[in-house]
Structures are given as C-alpha cells and as structure tokens.
C-alpha cells in the first residue's frame, strides 16, 4: 500500500489515514461537536495531525490549527476568538490546553486513532468552511481567516498542477502546521497527489541534509532562513559528508522557497552547493499561493514568477486603478482561492477588498514579464524567518509590563531571519527594567517569534510633528549589530 504520511512512529499507509480520521470523526460526533462548529487542534505532525485534521472535516466542523510552540495566553486567544467548542490535544498535549480551553469554555478531547468509526456523516459542500487560520494584520490580535473546501481545493489543485505533484513525490516537511505553507502547500498537496508526506519532528539543517540523504525525498519547501541554516551547515560539514548532501540535494526533482523573500545572494549560493535553481513563489494566508516562478522554464532569482493557474492578479495605483506597464503599484488578488472573510470581523473584511479584488498590502513591479516584490505597505507588518508578526500587537503586549512607559517595535533587516524583531523601550520612571527580563517575561505571553530579539532602552521616542513615532528613526537604531540583549541608548 502507498505511504501517505511519515512521522516518529513510523510510516502508515492512506487506508490508516482514513481508519484513523473517521476515529477522530466518531469521537466528536459522540461529544456533540455538530456541523460548522469550531475545533482547536494541538497535535503533533504526522499521523496525529492529519487525523485530526481530516478527522474533524469528516465531522462536518471546522478546523483551527493551534501551534505547539505558543504559550497560553496566545492559545487562549485563538480558542476563544474562533469561538472553538472543542479542542483536540494530542498524546501529552491536554494538560497544556487545560486553563486556557476551559477559559475559552472549549472542551478537551484525546485523538484516539484507535477508536471505532462510527456512522458517516454527510460529507462537507464545498461553500461549508474548513479551516481558520490566524494571521496578524495592522490591528493588534491575530484575526481568523476562514478557509472553506472550495478555497482550499482551488488553492491545492493549482499546486498541484503548477508544480506536476504526482504519487511518485515524497516531501520533506518541515514547516510548521498552523500556516498555510506546511498546511496548504506542503500537506494537503501532497495528500491530494497521493504522494507521500515525510515529516522531520522539527526543522534541524543537519537533520534536514541527513534526510535528503537517507530518504527517497523528490520536493522540500522551506523558508530563506532554512536555505540559509542550510548552507551554513553544509559549509561547516566535512567534505565527503558535503559530497553526499549535494548529490542527495540535486537528486530531487524541485525545491521550493517562499513565505519572505529569498536573496538572491542564497539563490546563487544554493545553485552552487545543492544544484538547484530554487523555485520562488509569493502567497498569502488569505489568498493561497498566487505568483510563482515556473517549474519548466527560466526562474529568475529576485522575482516571485508569474500568476498561478485560475488565479488572477493585478497591481493598481492608491485609487486603485490599474499602474501603466512596468510600474510599481500595490498587489490585487481575485478568483476561487480567495478568502470570504476574517472570522466574526466584518468590517476588517469590507476594508480587505477592493471591487471584489483582496488587497494583499504588498507592493510589486512586473519586469520582462516576471513579478518582482518590493515591500509591503505598512511599516508594522514584519516577516520574521518567515513568520508574519504585527508590530501593533508587540507593543500592546509591552505595554502591558508595569514598568514600561513607551515603546516602539520595528524590524531590523537580518540575513539570516530576513527581519528580526526589535524594540525600544523607555521605562517608567524610577523603574529598574531590564532588558533581558523584558524578553523573557515578553515570551510567556507571545509566540517565541515574536518577542522581541533585541530590546533597547531609551530615554525619548522619536515623534514627528503629530506626535507619531517615526519608525524609520527607531529601525537606524537597531542597523548597527547586536552588542547583546541588554543594551542601552544613553544619548539621542
Ligand atoms: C524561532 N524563533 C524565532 C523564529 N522562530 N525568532 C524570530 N523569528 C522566527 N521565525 C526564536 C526561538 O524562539 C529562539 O528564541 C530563537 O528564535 C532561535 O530558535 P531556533 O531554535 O534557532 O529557531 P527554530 O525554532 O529553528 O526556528 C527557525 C525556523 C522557524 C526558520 C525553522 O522560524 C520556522 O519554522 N519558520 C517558518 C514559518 C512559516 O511557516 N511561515 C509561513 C507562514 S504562511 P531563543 O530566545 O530561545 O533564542 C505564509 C504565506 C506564504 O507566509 O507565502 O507561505
Ligand atoms: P502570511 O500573512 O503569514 O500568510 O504571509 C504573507 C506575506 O508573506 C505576504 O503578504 C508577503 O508579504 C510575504 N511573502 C510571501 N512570499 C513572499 C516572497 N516570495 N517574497 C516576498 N514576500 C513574500
């Protein structure tokens, strides 16, 4: 029988899978979770994962994926913003879902991938929503993007066509599964091409390389700061081990970059070392994937390609008509994979579109056919080894601490995470912050990603006639290399 999935307990076949979600299914019928009815999953990839995942669809509900790495107040957020009735803790996960699913009011229940399987319910239509996806955007919170299975399957069958899935290919995943790169593009296209889904239990460059080389893998996605751990250990790796991950590297069929720009310095380094001309591609929570290099044909290192099958795209000025050939303007997206709306936020979703086109935020320019991103519109808006962050949100959440009087966050460019997260503060008066503190306390309230990784203390925010911070003057600061956490800006 074909494998579908690999994980820690090994490998097991689509007819495991499918035994396995009806459990899942079987069990959230008995608690009562009915159609359209939210439910959180803390699972661990794999087996676990797509039981679940799959599991709660065969139960006519709705999937919200929750990540491993956040701690409790961020999980109590998305269970109590989405609304969830029921939360699905993997082997060892229930104790950490206890407090905030019970503050949620969400029951916890195991994933018994042995269970009996019950009756069948009807399957879900393809208007029903399937999963909600939380992304940060200009407002503080994280919102919910609802997916439903018609999105998702425009999003999947153009993948899948684009980039000629077959059941011959075997990913590498190694992305996380609470966003649409692991879920969409790694996952779910993988299950839809019957191929098979291989997962590392984390992303680990060594372990990565070690994969390549021991496994059949075809296809591996990541984000640049993957490419960029992967060099780097390739570069540190002795020869004859680097022979080999070179030969296991250019015997896949394609590898794939996105979710943050890739340097083109990478592409070229990548070329070198692994044979590959990395397949660029730009995508979006909200849109699925949208713009993509080709799989046959030139792909031009600093661009993201050309639109995707059924999707269509244009770039339009501030009024929103359309910019005049090769000029810059802001990035439109329409068609099937398009998201209806964000979760119980009706006026964030009426704001998003434009005409019927989403207004994705990102700014581009087609060069000799070929899009090339330039930035996003909003200063607050930062990607962080590939992880959207809203600096709006990290502020509030600075905010909170008793002794901190002001702050401003920004992203500071950084080869290896693209953007890393950094803060100014200025304390109270009379308080004795320290830097490192602030980290850490920042940390228990904050995915790991987004607590700050450096944090500066300061006097005075820089403000401009309107008494607005001018973040450009904030982002200098943090241009000179880290001196380490604690640092202070005594003069400004
Ligand atoms: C982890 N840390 C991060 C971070 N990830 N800090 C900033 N940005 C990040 N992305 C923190 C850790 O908590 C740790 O803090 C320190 O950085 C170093 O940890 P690490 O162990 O070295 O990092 P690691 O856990 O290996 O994570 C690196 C990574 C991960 C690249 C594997 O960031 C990752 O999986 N990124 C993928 C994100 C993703 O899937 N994005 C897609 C979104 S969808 P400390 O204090 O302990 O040192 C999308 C649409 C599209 O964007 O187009 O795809
Ligand atoms: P998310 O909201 O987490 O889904 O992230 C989507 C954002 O990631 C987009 O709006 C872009 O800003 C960014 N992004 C995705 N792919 C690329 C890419 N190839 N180059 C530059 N930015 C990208």
Known sequence: ARVALVDARGEHGYGRVLSASAAVAARLRAAGVGKGERVALLVTPGLEYTAALLGTWRAGAVAVPLSPAHPPPELAH???????????????????????????????????????????????????????????????????????????????????????????????HALPLHHTHGIVNGLLCALRAGATCDHLARFDASEAWAAFAARPVTLFMGVPTMYVRLIRAWEEAPPETRAAWTAAAAGQRV???????????????????????????????????????????????????????????????????????????????????????????????????????????????????????????????????????????????????????????????????????????????????????????AKERLAPYKAPARVLLVRALPRNAMGKVTKPTVRGWFEAPATGASETKEEE
């Open 255 to 441: 590898m794939i970059s996105g979710s943050a720009a890739l340097p083109v310095t990478v592409f070229e380094r990548w070329r070198e070392i692994a044979g590959h001309a990395l397949l660029e591609r730009y995508g979006m929570t909200e849109i699925g994937m949208a713009l993509s290099n080709p799989l046959d044909g030139e792909r031009r290192p600093g661009t993201v390609g050309v639109p995707l099958p059924a999707v269509r795209a244009r770039l339009v000025d501030e009024s929103g008509d359309p910019v005049a050939e090769g000029a810059p303007g802001g990035i439109e997206i329409a068609g099937p994979a398009v998201f209806t709306e964000y979760l119980n936020r009706p006026e964030e979703t009426t704001r998003a579109f434009r005409d019927g086109w989403f207004r994705t935020g990102d700014e581009a320019v087609v060069e000799r056919g070929y899009w090339r991103i330039l930035g996003r519109s909003s200063v607050d808006i930062l990607k962080t080894g590939g992880y959207k962050v809203s600096a709006l949100e990290i502020e509030d959440a600075l905010l909170a601490h008793p002794e901190v009087a002001e702050c401003a966050v920004v992203g500071a460019p950084d080869p290896e995470w693209g953007e890393r997260v950094c803060a100014a503060v200025v304390a109270a008066p009379g308080a004795a912050l320290e830097p490192d503190a602030l980290r850490a306390w």
């Open 78 to 172: 998305v269970l109590g913003d989405s609304g969830a009735v029921a939360a699905l803790a993997g082997e060892g996960r229930a104790r950490t879902l206890e407090r905030p699913a019970g503050t949620a009011g969400a029951r916890v229940l195991p994933v018994d991938l042995e269970g009996p399987a019950g009756e069948e319910a009807a399957p879900p239509a393809a208007a029903d929503a399937a999963l909600v996806l939380y992304t940060s955007g200009t407002t503080s919170r994280p919102k919910g993007v609802v997916l439903t299975h018609a999105h998702l399957e425009a999003q999947v069958g153009s993948l899948v066509e684009a980039w000629a899935w077959s059941p011959d290919d075997r990913l590498l």
